[in-house]
């Protein structure tokens, strides 16, 4: 029993080892932390090995498309599970049975026919679930949502969503975000969102008014913010149907991708201002087919709690057309926030800036207005009581003439004209005397003058070709100067109150330590991208001298330093300065000297040891290894021998053995390189065709030879024949003796022939003459 017991422990402890490093190999992430992100791998199953040590798990973006039983079970810890963007079809019913934790479970963008209740029956923490981009068509008869206690954010729908029933949100009362893809919804059985009592901010991307209506109903009193997508207000009669909205008690309303025309908008307008608690109202991205023309009188009513109107990328086809407005103008005396954005606005009438009593903020930004059309926008008697204006981004020109337009403005604050192309700028301007706030940066200008207006607190002219800032402004706190070609600070005296200064992206190398100290209330600034020299004295001065809480200086990539302040943009800290750091000039020095010594000593060792004879060795034994090895065939072999000899004994040589040799009957055909070797080709290629085309390669040796290095070539190619090829190709004829210290060791492979193969000795005495060239003779033939 004890054995069966340790075995089945092993087993178990074995197969978790394996799922384990299963798991490790499928995503690698998810071994050394609790987030595990097994998102784009190609993953056709949840991965084995999952344990509860993990709390996030991204399995989006694979090919998964069944969740098992087992998949999770061990999972007990998770809170976020991700498994957006695969082929899910199917999920076991007790597949989340074990996350109890669980607080987003995202199944969007799936293959989901259906919504099963049981799935989420043990899901107690989830918080947010996002079940849009599937393929079912309802809820089911019952609410899958119902023991969802702490739902907060609820996504579902998809383009074959089509229907909603009675009871399929029953288990939900408040929610932070109800997000319904809706477009194709044609049914909507009434009453069917009413049981969620509080709805912050509900989406719902819509095509049917009729339907839209009935929702509409069900949510009068429960949703803050209402954002509606994708519907079309096109026909009047139809706008009968949203009468219902005007008994609604949402604070927001937001219409996206929404189509008006002419013929709509004054029903539209009149339904919204009847709205009891509306404060916001908001389009993006719209259409408006029409000029402005109402086909019915609007009936201003004056909303009463109507204050924020916002429009962003409103699409007008023929908005040159566009009249003056007249029709709303009794609409808009109560608004305090109007944003008009990206809309090709070129002109604000008159009439319609002198109606907007209340407007404290405004931004215009990204339009068309130009230094003519601002004049008129922003007459006399216009946006009186204005803090915040934003021009950003339009064809404004002319400083100048800028700053006078707006010079009535009593209560302006805050302006915004970046993006702009001002040029050059005047000596003196005319502003509102309250300003306190200035953006110019981005408008191409080369200095600052007197212009700008002292009293500014926080200016703004980063992103210009400013070489130097030296303007007189007493109350200014922030100056932001980033990106220009300043290469020094600006001076302390006429800006004493400056508490933040931002000089990132400049030219500067280094400020003084009485520059530095010239701030007296200085307590953030950030230098860092500039072309700071990385000195000792400069950093032991920022360490040990400042006094300002935060200073960011960011060294150049070129520069190494061993401290805090290497990381761009790091804030000063303990700096520990090394010898780099102190002794720049004379640690390049050092390292030079050092390099040269380094390069002298391998070209003496290379020198000493034949380097460059062994690279060109190597490179001429490369080419003949890329030779076949075969023997080649009887008709390619047209000598009997190649000689390899010393050019030092070519008199013995051509003189003695040649004449022996070539007339012996029958003759022999010896190769030669001085006779034999094909002009213009390479030698080393020739000296590898002469050895593969002779029978024999016959060595003279001498003392010469041990010196010549081509002899050394010819001795390893074959050498290759006598190894490679397991022949008997070599003859060695020894012609005088030679000692063996005289062998250079690079000639190893000669003294390994000669250890292993018997050699002919050249004999003084013609005796012996006669029985040396009988024995070559024989060895040549065999």
Same mark, same amino acid.
């Given at each position: 029993?004890?054995?069966?017991?340790?075995?089945?422990?092993?087993?178990?402890?074995?197969?978790?080892?394996?799922?384990?490093?299963?798991?490790?190999?499928?995503?690698?992430?998810?071994?050394?932390?609790?987030?595990?992100?097994?998102?784009?791998?190609?993953?056709?199953?949840v991965p084995?090995?999952?344990?509860?040590?993990?709390?996030?798990?991204?399995?989006?973006?694979?090919?998964?498309?069944?969740?098992?039983?087992?998949?999770?079970?061990?999972?007990?810890?998770?809170?976020?599970?991700?498994?957006?963007?695969?082929?899910?079809?199917?999920?076991?019913?007790?597949?989340?049975?074990? %996350?109890?934790?669980?607080?987003?479970?995202?199944?969007?963008? +799936?293959?989901?026919?259906?919504?099963?209740?049981?799935?989420?029956?043990?899901?107690?923490?989830?918080?947010?679930?996002?079940?849009?981009?599937?393929?079912y068509?309802? %809820?089911?008869?019952?609410?899958?949502?119902?023991?969802?206690?702490?739902?907060?954010?609820?996504?579902?729908? +998809?383009?074959?969503?089509?229907?909603?029933?009675?009871? +399929?949100?029953?288990?939900?009362e408040?929610?932070?975000k109800? =997000?319904?893809?809706?477009?194709?919804?044609?049914?909507?059985?009434?009453?069917?969102?009413?049981?969620?009592?509080?709805?912050?901010?509900?989406?719902?991307?819509?095509?049917?008014?009729?339907?839209?209506?009935?929702?509409?109903?069900?949510?009068?009193?429960?949703?803050a913010?209402?954002?509606?997508?994708r519907?079309?207000?096109?026909?009047a009669?139809?706008?009968?149907?949203?009468?219902?909205?005007?008994?609604?008690?949402?604070?927001?309303?937001?219409?996206?991708?929404?189509?008006?025309?002419?013929?709509t908008?004054?029903?539209?307008?009149?339904?919204?201002? !009847?709205?009891?608690?509306?404060?916001?109202?908001?389009?993006?991205?719209?259409?408006?087919?029409?000029?402005?023309?109402?086909?019915?009188?609007?009936?201003?009513?004056?909303?009463?709690?109507?204050?924020?109107?916002?429009?962003?990328?409103?699409?007008?086809?023929?908005?040159?057309?566009?009249?003056?407005?007249?029709?709303?103008?009794?609409?808009?005396?109560?608004?305090?926030?109007?944003?008009?954005?990206?809309?090709?606005?070129f002109?604000?009438?008159?009439?319609?800036?002198?109606?907007?009593?209340?407007?404290? /903020?405004?931004?215009?930004?990204?339009?068309?207005?130009? !230094?003519?059309?601002?004049?008129?926008?922003?007459?006399?008697?216009? =946006?009186?009581?204005?803090?915040?204006?934003?021009?950003?981004?339009?064809? %404004?020109?002319?400083?100048?003439?800028?700053?006078?337009?707006?010079?009535?403005?009593?209560?302006?604050?805050?302006l915004?004209?970046?993006?702009?192309?001002?040029?050059?700028?005047?000596?003196?301007?005319?502003?509102?005397?309250?300003?306190?706030?200035?953006n110019?940066?981005?408008?191409?200008?080369?200095?600052?003058?007197?212009?700008?207006?002292?009293?500014?607190?926080?200016?703004?002219?980063? $992103? +210009?070709?400013?070489?130097?800032?030296?303007?007189?402004?007493?109350?200014?706190?922030?100056?932001?100067?980033?990106?220009?070609?300043?290469?020094?600070?600006?001076?302390a005296?006429?800006?004493?109150?400056?508490?933040?200064?931002?000089?990132?992206r400049?030219?500067?190398?280094?400020?003084?330590?009485?520059?530095?100290?010239?701030?007296?209330?200085?307590?953030?600034l950030?230098?860092?991208?500039?072309?700071?020299?990385?000195?000792?004295?400069?950093?032991?001065?920022?360490?040990?001298?400042?006094?300002?809480?935060?200073?960011?200086?960011?060294?150049?990539?070129?520069?190494?330093?061993d401290?805090?302040?290497?990381?761009?943009?790091?804030?000063?800290?303990?700096?520990?300065?090394?010898?780099?750091?102190?002794?720049r000039?004379?640690?390049?020095?050092?390292?030079?000297?050092?390099?040269? %010594?380094?390069?002298?000593?391998?070209v003496?060792?290379?020198?000493? /040891?034949?380097?460059?004879?062994?690279?060109?060795?190597? =490179?001429?034994?490369?080419? $003949?290894?890329?030779?076949?090895?075969?023997?080649?065939?009887?008709?390619d072999?047209?000598?009997?021998?190649?000689?390899?000899?010393?050019?030092?004994d070519? !008199?013995?040589?051509?003189?003695?053995?040649?004449?022996?040799?070539?007339?012996?009957?029958?003759?022999?055909?010896?190769?030669?390189?001085?006779? !034999?070797?094909?002009?213009?080709?390479?030698?080393?290629?020739?000296?590898?065709?002469?050895?593969?085309?002779?029978?024999?390669?016959?060595f003279?040796?001498?003392?010469?030879?041990?010196?010549?290095?081509?002899?050394?070539?010819?001795?390893?190619?074959?050498?290759?024949?006598?190894?490679?090829?397991?022949?008997?190709?070599?003859?060695?004829?020894?012609?005088?003796?030679?000692?063996?210290?005289?062998?250079?060791?690079?000639?190893?492979?000669?003294?390994?022939?000669?250890?292993?193969?018997?050699?002919?000795?050249?004999?003084?005495?013609?005796?012996?003459?006669?029985?040396?060239?009988?024995?070559?003779?024989? $060895?040549?033939?065999?």
């Open positions: 029993t004890h054995t069966w017991r340790v075995l089945a422990v092993y087993m178990i402890l074995a197969a978790n080892l394996s799922e384990q490093q299963a798991l490790k190999q499928a995503c690698p992430s998810c071994g050394t932390s609790q987030l595990c992100n097994c998102s784009s791998m190609g993953l056709d199953f084995l090995g999952l344990t509860a040590k993990i709390t996030v798990l991204d399995l989006a973006h694979n090919r998964i498309k069944h969740i098992r039983s087992q998949d999770l079970q061990q999972a007990v810890n998770l809170r976020v599970l991700q498994l957006q963007s695969n082929k899910i079809s199917s999920i076991d019913e007790d597949s989340f049975q074990s %996350l109890a934790k669980l607080e987003l479970l995202d199944l969007s963008n +799936n293959s989901l026919a259906h919504v099963s209740p049981v799935w989420f029956g043990h899901l107690f923490s989830l918080q947010h679930l996002h079940l849009q981009g599937n393929s068509r309802d %809820l089911g008869e019952s609410s899958p949502f119902s023991s969802l206690r702490n739902l907060s954010s609820l996504h579902l729908g +998809n383009p074959w969503f089509s229907v909603i029933r009675q009871g +399929n949100f029953e288990g939900i408040l929610l932070h109800l =997000w319904i893809d809706g477009s194709n919804l044609s049914q909507y059985e009434q009453g069917s969102l009413k049981s969620i009592k509080t709805i912050n901010h509900m989406i719902i991307n819509i095509r049917s008014i009729n339907v839209f209506s009935d929702i509409v109903r069900d949510l009068l009193h429960s949703v913010w209402l954002e509606v997508r519907i079309a207000f096109s026909i009669a139809e706008m009968q149907l949203l009468r219902v909205m005007s008994s609604s008690f949402a604070k927001k309303i937001s219409f996206r991708q929404t189509l008006l025309t002419d013929a908008v004054p029903e539209l307008v009149t339904i919204l201002e !009847d709205m009891p608690k509306l404060v916001e109202l908001e389009l993006v991205d719209c259409r408006l087919l029409g000029t402005g023309q109402w086909k019915i009188q609007i009936q201003a009513k004056q909303s009463q709690t109507l204050r924020v109107f916002t429009i962003e990328k409103l699409s007008i086809e023929e908005f040159y057309l566009f009249t003056d407005l007249q029709a709303v103008e009794g609409l808009i005396s109560l608004f305090r926030r109007v944003t008009v954005q990206n809309t090709k606005v002109l604000v009438p008159c009439r319609i800036s002198q109606c907007l009593l209340s407007l404290e /903020y405004l931004d215009l930004s990204a339009n068309l207005l130009g !230094d003519q059309s601002l004049e008129h926008s922003a007459c006399q008697g216009g =946006w009186p009581s204005l803090q915040t204006l934003n021009l950003s981004r339009n064809s %404004l020109s002319d400083l100048e003439m800028t700053s006078k337009s707006l010079s009535h403005l009593g209560n302006l604050i805050v915004d004209i970046s993006q702009n192309n001002f040029g050059e700028i005047p000596d003196v301007c005319e502003w509102p005397k309250t300003l306190k706030y200035l110019l940066s981005s408008t191409q200008i080369p200095k600052v003058t007197a212009c700008i207006p002292r009293s500014l607190e926080v200016l703004d002219v980063s $992103a +210009n070709n400013l070489k130097e800032f030296g303007l007189q402004l007493p109350s200014l706190k922030e100056l932001y100067l980033t990106k220009n070609q300043l290469k020094a600070l600006p001076g005296a006429p800006i004493p109150n400056l508490v933040a200064l931002s000089v990132r400049n030219k500067l190398n280094s400020f003084s330590k009485e520059e530095f100290e010239s701030f007296k209330r200085m307590e953030l950030d230098a860092s991208d500039n072309n700071f020299i990385c000195s000792c004295e400069f950093l032991s001065f920022i360490h040990h001298e400042a006094r300002i809480a935060q200073v960011l200086v960011g060294w150049p990539d070129e520069y190494v330093c401290s805090p302040l290497a990381v761009r943009g790091a804030q000063v800290g303990a700096v520990h300065l090394s010898l780099m750091e102190c002794h000039s004379l640690v390049v020095s050092l390292i030079c000297v050092l390099v040269f %010594l380094v390069i002298l000593l391998l003496a060792v290379g020198y000493k /040891y034949h380097v460059v004879w062994y690279m060109r060795m190597t =490179w001429a034994w490369l080419q $003949a290894k890329r030779k076949p090895k075969r023997a080649p065939p009887k008709d072999v047209c000598y009997d021998a190649f000689v390899s000899y010393s050019e030092n070519s !008199d013995w040589v051509e003189n003695t053995m040649v004449q022996e040799l070539e007339q012996a009957c029958p003759p022999f055909r010896l190769c030669l390189h001085k006779r !034999d070797f094909v002009p213009g080709k390479w030698i080393v290629d020739n000296i590898i065709d002469s050895i593969e085309k002779s029978r024999k390669t016959l003279v040796l001498s003392e010469h030879f041990v010196q010549s290095e081509w002899c050394k070539y010819e001795l390893d190619f074959s050498h290759f024949r006598l190894f490679d090829e397991n022949n008997d190709a070599a003859i060695l004829i020894l012609l005088e003796p030679i000692q063996s210290k005289a062998i250079p060791k690079r000639f190893c492979k000669l003294r390994k022939i000669m250890n292993t193969k018997t050699y002919l000795e050249w004999p003084a005495g013609e005796e012996q003459q006669e029985m040396f060239w009988f024995n070559l003779k024989i $060895a040549l033939r065999s």
